[in-house]
């Protein structure tokens, strides 16, 4: 594989077609078993790197609805309007 199959891919929509193109060559069964062991070592890294994108947006948007005196106001996320009221 290539220097940069072993790299993270730069967004998240990139980490999963990656993900989903070693899942489809893993799925064929044509790979020998060294290629299949290192395709499943990129692809949990890959997980890995899609979980932790992941968690880092879920922060992100738990830090956009923190009130203003601190406090936390739990809103769906289909609806952030409602999270923050009349502050015009």
Do not use: C, I, W, Y
Not at 1 to 7: H, I, L, P, R, Y
Not at 13 to 19: D, I
Not at 38 to 54: I, K, M, P
């Amino acid at each position: 594989m290539a220097d940069t199959d072993n790299q993270a891919p730069e967004d998240f929509a990139a980490t999963l077609e990656r993900l989903e193109a070693l899942v489809t060559r893993l799925e064929s069964g044509e790979l020998s078993l060294e290629a299949s062991l290192a395709a499943f070592e990129q692809g949990v890294r890959l997980s890995r790197d899609a979980q932790r994108r992941l968690d880092e947006a879920e922060l992100k948007v738990r830090a956009l609805v923190e009130q203003p005196d601190g406090s936390l106001e739990e809103a769906a996320f289909d609806n952030p309007a409602n999270t923050f009221g009349d502050q015009e």
